[in-house]
């Protein structure tokens, strides 16, 4: 994935999209959007950076798993295997990029009316207890549609596709304008790239 | 730039304080028992000393399978060894449940009620139960120091300074154990008894309090993030509760005790110092596990 920075305006619009689509409950976020001020007054700026789970090549929260939970496909997706976490949220804290949450309970938005169906549908594979964290959407994928938060962005700053092919749009864009990933000194090779404005 | 709100880890709260705490005694515990067990003045004290090290080093894996989200998935850590490759958590599950068995496997033959055990603890096979017990109780108190260690997105977490630290402060612990589990022995154990364990003790603290002094001098120069985990750690808490009470005054005590020649002085002192120890031990992985700040992402 590719995200230009540039063109983020920080409305949030994927963070919310993600929610949607993953019917995700309070307090649990696979995307957040980071608000940081840069420069000095009265060169200052409000910047933006959208953070979804950068799905690293070498990924500090598989190294860490103790029991197998955490693995990494052969496309570079990272999941989560559920049934095999047994929520001692090592990765949580290992994670550097802050994109994995410890699901302690599954709460609702409305009290005492209790979870929507869609809600039920959507959290039918969460379990309680374990580590959460976004997946690419890789429901969407294998139906070849793009994650929500690339399609749902208005300023279309996100960009997906295969990071091996040096032809994709994604190859191009890194070279192009040197795109950069967060923290590579902690060599854990993240796929998510970013365009700095 | 500057961390502005630095805020610790919320993740690992107290059980892991607790089990990070068990473990180092307990470790520390059997690994001085079972050395003073082969000191006849000590024999007594470090028989219960080599049973309470595997027992608090099992309370705190309980205390661990505690705070798991999902709990009857904790088989896994014994299902799953290709991890053992590669993650320091399932590498000690091994170690503490290695340690625990055979430390339990040394200790009990010498009660009358496991006499029914068919090897002796003074036999061949009894002493190498003993002895790879030993090497494992060196690793128990170790490894919460790598367990932490290797976090690498925790920068007062992730510095080779914490397992000796561990290791130190572990061993101290462990003695301020045998100590108090001495005062029930005190015929047997006498004056010179005690001052033996009070100089031993004086040269960990002393040992405790240069790793301690580098560790907080070598974190507080890596970094923002690491220096301002340094500015939460250093609440008036730690340094009354650790550093005055849990260090320089048993070291003062313990000094001070050698010099003393009536057994029923130096077991009160002594006493009173492990105490503060064990408090200090506790306030000590508190403090470390709290105020573990993440690095700032950008």
Known sequence: ?197 | MVVNHPEGQKEWGWLVVLYVFLAGLGGGTFLFSFILSFVDTYSAAAQIGTLVGPLLVALGSVMLLFDLGSVTRAYRLFTTPATLLSSWMIRGAWILTGFIILGLAYALPAFSSFDWLPWEQTSGFGLGLGVAAAVLAIVVTVYPGLLLGVIKSIPLWNTSALPPLFFLSGLDTGLAALVLISLAFSPAVGVEGFHLLGAIDAGLIMLLLVALGAYIEIVRQAGVTAAASIRLLMTPLFISGVVVSGLLLPLAMFIYGIYLSDVQSVRLLDGIASLLILTGGLLLRLGIIRSGVRIVIR
């Open chain 1, 1 to 197: 994935m590719v995200i230009d920075l540039k063109r983020c305006v920080g409305c949030n619009s994927c963070t919310v999209a993600c929610r949607a689509e993953n019917g995700t409950p309070p307090g649990i976020l696979y995307h957040r959007v980071e608000k940081y001020e840069s420069g000095k007054y009265p060169a200052a700026r409000m910047q933006f950076r959208p953070i979804p789970c950068m799905h690293c090549q070498e990924p500090a929260c598989l190294e860490v798993c103790p029991t197998g939970a955490t693995y990494r496909r052969e496309d570079g997706i990272v999941l989560v295997d559920h049934n095999k976490c047994m929520g001692c949220r090592y990765c949580v804290l290992a994670c550097p990029y802050e994109a994995r949450h410890a699901l302690r309970r599954i709460n609702n938005y409305y009290g005492p009316a209790g979870r929507t169906p869609y809600e039920m549908l959507r959290q039918k594979d969460l379990d309680k207890g374990t580590a959460v964290k976004c997946d690419f959407c890789v429901d969407r994928l294998e139906k070849g549609r793009l994650p929500a938060c690339v399609e749902t962005c208005p300023s279309q700053a996100r960009y997906f596709g295969d990071l091996d092919d040096p032809e994709s749009e994604v190859s191009v864009l890194i070279a192009v304008h040197r795109g950069t990933v967060l923290r590579e000194e902690l060599g854990t090779k993240p796929s998510v790239y970013y365009i700095n404005g």
